[in-house]
Structure formats: C-alpha cells, structure tokens
C-alpha cells in the first residue's frame, strides 16, 4: 500500500475526534487494523476513518463492542467498496428501524401510562385502569409494542354494577344533596370533518346514548346535532368540551371504565394529541340540580391546572367527598 494512503494514529485520531488511546483499545478489541511499517510503526488506511466513525456512533446507540465486532465482520480485509457497505447497511437497517420506533416510542410515551402497572398518573386511569395492561405482560407494555388498543373487550357483569348503589362502607356512593360535575377535553388532531377522525366522529351518537342508559347519569351538554364537537370553550378552537354531571364519582367511572366506552378511551391517542398544558379530566361537587356552565366548568379546569387537586377541581387521583351539608340553594 503506498505511503501516501496510509496516516499516522495522530492523525486518525484529530480526523474522527476519538482520542489516541480509544484508538488503541479498539485495535485491541480487534475492531481496526493497523498496518505496520519495517519500521515498527502503526499506519492506518483512509477507509480507517469511516471504520472508527461507524464504531463510535453505533457505541452511542447502544450495541456492544461485540456486536459491532461481529457486524464489521461483514467487511472484507483490507479497503471495503460500496458494495461492502451496503451488504453492511442492509444487515443493520432492520434492527436500526426498530430501534428507531422503540426510540420514538420511548419519546412519545415517557411523559404518559406506559403501562407498566404504578397507576401513579391521572392519565393511567384512562389507559391503564385497574392496571388491565398487566393482561398483555409483565414489564411496562406500551413501550414494548403493546397499546391500550390490545387490551380484551370490557365486559360488563353483576361484579361491576355501579358501586353507587347501596353498598355498605362505599365511599363513592351518591349523595342526595350533590352531584358531580366533570368535564374532559381533548385536542383533536385533524378538523372533525376529516377521514382520519371519522371512525370517533361515527361513534358519538351510540356512546353519548350508551352514557344517557348508564345507572348515576343526570345530564350531559350537547347541542342541536346532540353532541358538543360544534362547542367551544377554549380559545385553542381544537379543544372539543365533554361536559356531563352524574350521581356519583363511581356512576362515572362504570361508565367511563366499564362500559363499551372504555374500548374507545384506549384509542384516544390515534384521534387526540396530548394535553401538556391543562388537565384531561376535572371534575367538582354541583348541588344536585344544578347544571354547570362552560364558564363555570373552564373555571375548574384552569383552577385544576394551577394548584393541582383539591376539592374545588380533582381528578380521579385522589377524589374529594362533597362539601359538608346541604348543597341546595
């Protein structure tokens, strides 16, 4: 090989910014090879330098010195050409494509349920609930591949009858001087007349009837078309309202987590972006008889987002019991 193609450890080392003793411990590895001259000194061939920078950069994603070893292993001796690269890209771009997704679902998610079980966050209430995720597996589930999507039907039965009927020692059950008010909100991710949110826009008219038939339902606010996707009451105009005032705390959650509308809050993230900036889910004690106002509800919601839960604005982690007395004016 002439002189002139082959540069000094120096040198490699200020080409690729990987230190001089980096370089020697991958040479030890066997992951480059030097050239020696009669002279006793090491050279490396130009190629070198794309050899370490593929060394260095797959380290910083995460494979072992082995599994890099064995993937170089592909390459031939001496000078590879672009045929050798490829027959090498191609062997990583399926695991790197999966490591991308998982990356990005890492990214996506970390913020969210992942399912992993904690139920620590008001959000694993309407992915997770009762930790249904632990169905799919051990470990956090969505950030392995799984989605609530993949979570069985719910099923309701006699065990999952409203908890707001007569049970001794419930601390949901109804109280005849209040009900409950709640409001959820959900940035939509495309206009309500678009295809890609058409199979959420089809189900409303069946899951607002499925929550009028549900045992603690006392009123819900729609408008002529007998839903709410044409109210606003955000200046953000993607933020659809859900507002709906119910017996009890556990009148609402049968209906939200064991009723067929729980099939549809699991998919929430294909139609909905996420709401880093105000609360999903408020909810606060009416006197019953009382209907709230958007006003009244987004005064709640902004309550919620500034001080957290309390019993003027909550969640359903951690609940409030209704004022003392009576709440009839």
């Known amino acids: 090989m002439p002189g002139e193609d082959l540069l000094t450890i120096g040198t490699l080392a200020a080409r690729t910014g990987v230190a001089i003793t980096a370089i020697r411990f991958y040479e030890a590895k066997g992951l480059l090879a030097p050239v020696r001259l009669d002279s006793g ?14 060394i260095v950069v797959c380290q910083r994603l995460g494979y072992s010195l082995a599994e890099i070893k064995d993937r170089l292993g592909l390459l031939p001796d001496g000078v590879a050409k672009d045929r050798d690269w490829t027959t090498l890209a191609d062997d990583f771009r399926h695991e790197i494509d999966d490591r991308i997704e998982r990356l990005l679902t890492l990214r996506d998610h970390l913020d969210g349920c992942i399912g992993c079980g904690c139920l620590s966050l008001d959000v694993c209430m309407l992915h997770n609930p009762e930790d249904a995720a632990a169905e799919l597996g051990v470990g956090p589930r969505y950030l392995l591949g799984d989605s609530p999507a993949d979570l069985p039907p719910v099923e309701v039965s006699p065990s999952t009858a409203p908890p707001d009927s007569d049970t001794e020692g419930d601390d949901h059950m109804s109280h005849p001087d209040w009900h409950l008010a709640q409001l959820n909100i959900g940035r939509l991710h495309h206009p309500v007349d678009d295809p890609r949110v058409a199979e959420f826009m089809d189900n409303l008219d069946p ?5 009028e038939a549900s045992p603690g339902f006392v009123w819900r606010l729609q408008d002529d078309s007998g839903n709410a ?21 556990d009148a609402l959650k049968n209906y939200v987590f064991r009723t067929d509308h729980a099939r549809f809050l699991r998919r ?45 604005a909550f969640t359903f982690h951690p609940t409030f019991d209704p004022p003392m007395g009576s709440g009839l004016t």
């Open 41 to 54: 000194h090491r050279r490396y061939p130009r190629s070198a330098i794309r050899r370490l920078s593929v």
């Open 207 to 211: 899951i607002n009837a499925l929550a």
């Open 229 to 249: 996707t044409a109210i606003r009451a955000f200046e953000d105009e993607t933020i659809l309202p859900n507002l709906s005032v119910w017996e009890s705390i």
């Open 268 to 312: 929430r993230r294909e139609w909905f972006a996420p709401m880093d900036d105000l609360p999903v889910l408020t909810m606060w004690w009416v006197p019953a008889g009382h209907l709230p106002t958007l006003d009244e509800a987004k005064a709640r919601v902004d309550h919620l987002a500034e001080h957290g839960p309390t019993d003027h």
